[in-house]
């Protein structure tokens, strides 16, 4: 992990990441309040719009990789402003593979850095809203491609309770949402599925496009455990054996 709070940071909160065997060398406090998101969600869940963002001690923030990250084959640039990702995949050595994820506020301020950003990425991931208005397309189908037209060799464009699709020069992969009956807070649930994704192809060693389609389903059922509980509610309790059984009742669910 490679981030960073300010002194209002829950310190449970890092001890939960190291209960979790997540590597937080990269995570450095500086003086000021942590960095705020403040939306609103329209009934279905689906739809978000930003109200306010604070930037608090983000505003000042160069990332800088501990020596032990530089080598990481599998590379996650987490949803920041572009040119910061651009700054932290500067300093990786030879990634294999490289995912970008990006919100509406950047490509509201920030589309030129965007834009040369994902010329650099093999992945970028997006929601169907993102993508309409990153490319101009309202058909989702068309700004898949022409978002592929711009640089990187795959884009997710996730769809919320839809599901996801996966472009490439391979082909779609079309990935159903896990079916819930109760959707507690959608906030997070991009950053899982984009975890549970990069988590994948790492684990695996491997980036081919049927190991993308399972990593997709991977992230879509970690990002179905996010939704039901508010913040890191329900995340806090799971474990791996209940995120493979709920992938296999995905194949169950999804076989014809």
Avoid at 119 to 131: F, P, R, T, W, Y
Avoid at 147 to 162: Q, S, T
Avoid at 235 to 252: C, D, F, V
Wanted: with cysteine; proline share 4%.
């Amino acid at each position: 992990m490679v981030g960073v709070v300010g002194e209002d940071f829950p310190k449970e909160y890092v001890e939960l990441f190291r209960s979790k065997n997540v590597d937080v060398e990269g995570l450095k406090t500086e003086a000021g309040k942590t960095f705020a998101w403040h939306g609103e969600y329209e009934l279905n869940m689906n739809n978000r719009r930003t109200l306010s963002v604070e930037l608090n001690v983000f505003e000042t923030f160069q990332p800088e990789l501990p020596a032990s990250y530089r080598s990481t084959p599998y590379v996650l640039l987490a949803n920041i402003a572009p040119s910061l990702q651009s700054h932290v995949l500067s300093q990786i050595e030879s990634p294999r593979f490289i995912i970008a994820d990006t919100m509406d506020l950047w490509i509201q301020i920030a589309n030129e850095d965007l834009r040369k950003l994902i010329k650099q990425v093999d992945m970028l991931i997006l929601n169907d809203s993102e993508a309409r208005d990153f490319t101009g397309q309202d058909n989702v189908i068309r700004a898949g491609h022409e978002i592929l037209k711009m640089g990187p060799r795959y884009v997710v464009i996730k769809k919320g309770e839809h599901g996801a699709i996966l472009f490439g020069q391979e082909g779609y992969f079309l990935a159903p949402a896990f079916p819930l009956d109760d959707v507690k807070d959608p906030t997070g649930a991009g950053d899982c599925f984009a975890g549970g994704l990069i988590g994948t192809l790492a684990a695996e060693n491997r980036h081919d496009f049927d190991t993308l389609k399972k990593a997709v389903i991977h992230g879509t059922v970690v990002a179905s455990f996010n939704v039901e509980a508010f913040s890191m509610g329900k995340l806090k309790a799971i474990n791996s054996e209940q995120i493979a059984g709920r992938t296999g009742k995905m194949r169950e669910y999804a076989s014809f």
